[in-house]
């Protein structure tokens, strides 16, 4: 049985910084591509992130150069990097599994099979 759990939820000033973790088990996390997604009120969940089991990433314009995303496969954990937070990044983000050995990156929620509870993000202004 495949488990994301995400953790480093918090509140966090605009401009701050936050790391959020993934912990992956029931797979064999160095072939999968492991992606992060966000969800505001009232929107759609959106790609924020993607690392490929090769350490490609792909990372959304809208966090382009404020967020990273990084893997450690002998931990089996994705992480994503958020400094210079704004207001317009408080949103619950979640973690997603997709594989073993894609070809391309996957942006699109659809794509993705396996995915975490999900992990709030408030940033206040």
């Known amino acids: 049985q495949v488990q994301l759990v995400e953790s480093g939820e918090g509140v966090v000033q605009a401009g701050g910084s936050l790391r959020l973790s993934c912990a992956a088990s029931?797979?064999?996390?160095?072939?999968?591509?492991m992606g992060w997604f966000r969800q505001a009120p009232g929107k759609e969940r959106e790609f924020v992130a993607t690392i490929m089991w090769n350490g490609a990433t792909n990372v959304a314009d809208s966090v382009k150069g404020r967020f990273t995303i990084s893997r450690d496969n002998a931990k089996n954990t994705v992480y994503l990097q958020m400094n210079s937070l704004k207001a317009e990044d408080t949103a619950i983000y979640y973690c997603?599994?997709?594989?073993?050995?894609?070809?391309?990156?996957?942006?699109?929620?659809?794509?993705?099979?396996?995915w975490g509870q999900g992990t709030q993000v408030t940033v206040s202004s």
């Open positions: 029931g797979l064999s996390f160095s072939t999968y591509d």
């Open positions: 997603a599994a997709v594989g073993p050995w894609r070809v391309y990156a996957a942006t699109g929620r659809d794509e993705y099979h396996y």
